[in-house]
């Protein structure tokens, strides 16, 4: 009978405080990876606060961190709610730190070809010598963020398969040196202004070439202010396919709020697409997922985090 009572009071408690941790939830925190230009990736996410702020009854803040890890160590910490277009890699960080974490909640799935997936691809300029990465022998070369799949994950593991060593030694001195500029818009202006004879940066490779392909960090330029992009550049390089970034929310979320919050993504995604295209950097919606889908990712992740042990 005393354990009936007890059960029955913790349970009493327990809802109360699940109640009221939903009450609580004034406040929406949305990560978004550095790497970028700060005042368009805000300006890109104006339309997605709004949604959130309208919808969900919250203040929507904007957490734009000047590298992959702010976010990361947002999520870890709990201080970020979602990311609607996460790296990768930067997620596989999070998951091998805290596997509880987040919820992937889906993946990024291109409209034009239902495509899961993007290329890490090496530039250099249209105008220059180098046509392939042999060419780049003896050069500066630019990485994004050391947190990055494409900007970095990816080429590191190609480069130390293809010419021996590692960043240390800018990979047995096949290269001059080797930068991490902070991010993929970065390495494609190194390329433009000389500072990197060639740079990696991310792609879907579908669709035109001439307007930067239907996703990746081509079009988020062109936008800006470099519309004849794809002209002044050449890609002499590109990776496998890589699976697109998830969606997260934070695991430990109120779970009716949370319901609620993943119900609204969808509905961002689906009925108010051109807002979901600027937040997601690319013509694409979402599909399901799970942390399977980035068993790779994370493997290579934990295998380069051992290494610089």
């Not at 963020?145 to 480069?159: E, K, M, Q, R, V």
């Not at 579908?206 to 960090?217: C, E, L, M, P, R």
């Not at 969606?247 to 995604?269: G, Q, T």
Request: proline share 4%; net charge neutral.
């Amino acid at each position: 009978m005393k354990r009936t009572l007890a059960s029955l009071v913790l349970g009493s408690v327990l809802a109360a405080q699940s109640m009221l941790s939903h009450a609580d939830v004034r406040e929406l925190n949305l990560g978004i990876l550095g790497g970028q230009n700060a005042t368009q990736q805000i300006g890109d996410n104006q339309c997605v606060k709004t949604y959130f702020d309208k919808t969900l009854h919250v203040d929507t803040k904007l957490r734009n961190s000047s590298d992959y890890s702010g976010v990361i160590q947002g999520l870890i910490g709990g201080k970020i709610d979602m990311v609607l277009s996460m790296s990768p890699s930067a997620f596989a960080s999070v998951q091998i730190n805290n596997p509880k974490a987040v919820d992937v909640i889906g993946i990024l799935t291109d409209d034009k070809d239902q495509s899961k997936g993007y290329h890490s691809v090496v530039i250099v300029r249209a105008d220059s010598p180098y046509h392939k990465l042999a060419d780049l022998k003896g050069h500066p070369f630019g990485f994004a963020d050391p947190d990055s799949t494409s900007g970095f994950l990816i080429p590191n593991h190609d480069f130390k398969k293809r010419f021996g060593g590692s960043k240390d030694d800018n990979y047995n001195h096949f290269f001059s040196s080797t930068t991490f500029s902070g991010g993929h818009e970065q390495d494609i202006l190194g390329v433009l202004n000389g500072q990197f004879a060639g740079a990696v940066t991310w792609t879907s490779m579908v669709g035109d070439y001439n307007k930067g392909y239907t996703a990746g960090a081509f079009s988020r330029l062109m936008r800006m202010d470099h519309p004849n992009l794809m002209k002044n550049i050449r890609i002499i390089w590109h990776s496998q396919l890589i699976p697109n970034g998830p969606i997260l929310v934070r695991h430990d979320l109120p779970a009716d709020f949370k319901a609620k919050l993943i119900s609204a993504i969808h509905d961002l995604d689906k009925n108010h697409h051109a807002c979901w295209i600027k937040a997601a950097g690319g013509a694409q919606h979402i599909t399901p997922a799970s942390v399977k889908d980035f068993a790779n990712i994370i493997d290579l992740k934990r295998e380069l985090m051992n290494g610089n042990r």
